[in-house]
């Protein structure tokens, strides 16, 4: 089975921390993906990573930047705290299959961080 | 871009009846289209995915999703609901042809009453 963990269930934070949530996967997956959950808002993307140093903006990246220094290892990271920052996390990881490109792999997620800043 | 509608932000039924969750998807590809579940403070878990195969895709735990290219549709049903089902689901679409990101839409809260 694909594991896909993160750091931390439930965190506190107070405005202006530097915050990192960290995600590791273990079925080598190439792709990872960060996303904030919101009620009524469904999944949106804040980033992802298709290979180790590469990344790339999803719909909501202002306020975050991210890291992947190993294969397995996708960090969020949240340069200076607010408020509107609470929220639940998602952390996910997929393949990419090489040959076939038009292929979409599901993705799978770890149990989430929620997040509150005070 | 590609985007997910889920037309009902909340569906009650009875316990032993059938589910029915909506969703149309716009997409300028044909989608690569995915139903997922999230009950109470757990992540995220496919249900069942739709990949260019066979239109009528069948998921786990009894749901199953028709492809309708003319309606843009991916409705999820179940003949019979049970207790165990009450959770968040959520349509996903492909972002574009062979893109691995995922659209998703916002959500369908299921409720099973007894």
């Known amino acids: 089975d694909v594991k896909v963990t993160q750091s931390s269930r439930y965190l506190v934070k107070r405005t202006g921390e530097k915050v990192f949530l960290e995600c590791v996967q273990d079925?080598?997956?190439?792709?990872m993906f960060w996303y904030r959950q919101d009620p009524g808002l469904g999944l949106r993307l804040i980033y992802f990573s298709y290979d180790v140093k590469m990344k790339e903006k999803g719909d909501i990246p202002e306020g975050y930047s991210v890291s992947r220094e190993k294969k397995e290892r996708f960090s969020l990271i949240l340069e200076s705290a607010s408020t509107n920052q609470t929220s639940m996390y998602l952390c996910?990881?997929?393949?990419?299959?090489?040959?076939?490109?038009?292929?979409?792999?599901?993705?799978?997620f770890g149990p989430g961080t929620r997040l509150t800043v005070t | 871009a590609q985007s997910v509608t889920q037309l009902d932000s909340h569906v009650s039924v009875s316990e032993g009846t059938p589910v029915l969750l909506r969703c149309n998807y716009s997409?300028?590809?044909?989608?690569?289209l995915f139903w997922y579940v999230q009950h109470p403070n757990k992540g995220l878990q496919l249900l069942l995915k739709?990949?260019?195969?066979?239109?009528l895709v069948k998921g786990i735990n009894g749901f199953e999703a028709e492809f309708k290219k003319s309606e843009t549709s991916f409705h999820l049903t179940k003949p019979s609901a049970h207790m165990s089902d009450a959770a968040e689901y959520f349509c996903v679409v492909s972002d574009g042809r062979g893109a691995q990101k995922l659209v998703f839409g916002q959500g369908t809260r299921l409720t099973i009453n007894p």
């Open positions: 997409s300028s590809y044909s989608p690569s």
């Open positions: 996910a990881s997929s393949l990419t299959t090489s040959g076939v490109p038009f292929l979409v792999w599901e993705q799978y």
């Open positions: 079925m080598d997956h190439e792709n």
């Open positions: 739709y990949t260019s195969a066979a239109t």
